[in-house]
């Protein structure tokens, strides 16, 4: 066995939540071994998309041992219990993915059958209606779900919605105190050592270099090093995602905090709403092929909750990934590494789980290649899985305006193909045990935009008795629960009132 060789040296280029997480990440590993550099100009601007999260963010902040109603106070933040799409299936149509537990499985049977069992006897209840999540989300209601599995509270589950670059100015404070250099520069070059091209250092405008055994890339759609400096390819998803532009504005915010985000379906692509605090967080994600720039803007606009805060902003970005998101000694982190539109509220998701990756993985100054293929191979699927996760959303629908129709119509991949096949027929999702979205996350897209199996399964006739019986009851004790729950806004108010 061979002597270790410790890096020593860690350079992170490029700030906002990408980089701060990264930056508050390693100095929790390895702050005692290394010496952590963090380089941004604030000459660039950054592209904060994160605002919306899913549950295992509540994890990295936990394993950062951040105070929950402190960073919630500190960033504006309210409670995300799942996310609300308008007009997603057709004009007039709308339902809920909510978060936490969707029904109760009964006798062995997957509870989701025993819905298709009764909508196929005339219910008309839908699937969401079994979840606390949905039900405390549609009555502007919150509370930390119970430990006691006994307690119907504890099938809630929940996320935030925060102000993205608050959140990088408290991750960077939580860094910093702990050791993290910052520097404020522009980097203009880089250079490669002879012997085998692995970056040796980075030279800013002011001509100062900087130099490191391990790269982080966190410099943004640009990939500063990964793909500037190592050349690692993109492959571009647009025959897939169609939707490569975006217009975001705030405006002003109402006494009222639902507890969710919601997502509505446009023309030419779908606008979301993201309740903070301090205001709402809207934006228009859209194809340019179908709507032009302008007006986008104008159904933005037209389409607040409240008045605007500023001129609208536009971001163009295309959907896809890097083939290799760990090159030689850089690894690309957050939008450097692929970017996947936060419909399903995934941005800062895949920053979090790059960085477990990574310090699962975490190399020597040798730089093993068998930790960067593994830890692509394991990015990469993480890409394709939410891939197809939300080109669910645009295939399955039965809009009829052009953009909608030709994602109807378009050859989908064979992974995807496969799930919805599965379902048709069988009325079981096909799910990975490693994937993010689960069993009922699935079931909740594929039943709210009306993708339906030809049968349940046959045990849902065989056993648990009186079914109808159980689900009344089981709606009931969720509305009771739910009603227990204080008003979101009042809970804000009581525990994590913004300090801003």
């Known amino acids: 066995m061979s002597d270790p060789r410790p890096i020593r040296r860690i350079v992170i280029t490029g700030g906002g939540s990408a980089g701060w997480m990264t930056a508050a990440t390693l100095v929790d590993a390895v702050r005692d071994s290394c010496r952590i550099e963090l380089i941004e100009s604030t000459a660039i601007g950054t592209v904060g998309v994160g605002e919306a999260t899913i549950p295992p963010i509540r994890y990295f902040n936990q394993q950062l041992r951040l105070d929950e109603n402190a960073f919630l106070s500190a960033t504006g933040g309210t409670f ?238 295309t959907p896809g990934a890097r083939r290799q998101s760990w090159s030689r000694n850089c690894v690309a982190i957050g939008l450097a590494a692929g970017f996947l539109e936060p419909l399903e509220s995934t941005a800062l998701h895949v920053i979090q789980t790059a960085l477990a990756r990574l310090l699962a993985l975490f190399p020597d100054r040798d730089f093993d290649p068998a930790l960067a293929r593994e830890f692509n191979r394991a990015t990469r699927a993480e890409y394709e899985w939410i891939r197809d996760f939300l080109l669910l959303h645009y295939h399955a629908q039965q809009r009829d305006e052009p953009m909608w129709r030709r994602a109807r119509a378009m050859t989908i991949p064979e992974t995807l193909a496969y799930r919805i096949e599965q379902f048709r027929r069988t009325g079981r999702p096909v799910v990975d045990a490693a994937e993010l979205f689960q069993r009922n996350n699935w079931l909740a897209v594929l039943l709210g935009q009306e993708v339906w199996p030809v049968r349940y399964q046959p045990l849902a006739d065989a056993r648990g008795g009186d079914i109808s019986q159980f689900m009344a009851w089981t709606r009931n004790e969720l509305r009771k629960a739910a009603c227990a729950l204080p008003a979101h806004h009042e809970y804000i108010a009581r525990h994590c009132r913004a300090a801003l």
Request: a negative charge; one cysteine or more; glycine letters at 10%.
């Open 80 to 317: 995300k219990l799942g996310i609300e799409f308008v007009d997603w299936t057709r004009p007039g149509q709308r339902y809920f993915h909510p978060f936490g537990r969707i029904g109760t499985d009964h006798d062995g049977v997957a509870f989701h059958q025993y819905w298709l069992r009764e909508r196929a006897r005339g219910s008309d209840v839908p699937f969401e209606e079994y979840a606390l999540s949905c039900v405390a989300a549609r009555a502007g209601r919150f509370g930390r779900p119970s430990s006691d599995p006994r307690q119907v509270s504890s099938s809630l589950d929940y996320a935030y919605h925060f102000d993205a670059s608050l959140y990088a100015k408290y991750l960077r404070r939580y860094a910093e105190q702990r050791g993290v250099r910052h520097t404020d520069g522009k980097i203009v070059d880089f250079s490669l050592r002879a012997d085998d091209g692995f970056i040796e250092s980075v030279t800013l405008e002011s001509g100062d270099r900087i130099e490191g055994d391990l790269f982080i890339d966190c410099s943004g759609f640009r990939g500063l090093l990964i793909g500037g400096a190592l050349g690692a390819a993109y492959d571009d998803w647009r025959q897939w995602l169609p939707c490569d532009r975006a217009v975001t504005v705030g405006c002003s915010v109402g006494s009222e905090l639902p507890p969710y985000t919601r997502c509505t379906a446009r023309r030419a692509g779908w606008q979301w709403r993201i309740p903070l605090q301090h205001r709402l967080g809207n934006g228009h994600v859209y194809s340019s092929e179908y709507v032009s720039d302008d007006e986008a803007a104008a159904v933005l606009l037209a389409n607040l909750d409240g008045e605007p805060l500023g001129e609208p902003r536009q971001i163009r970005f």
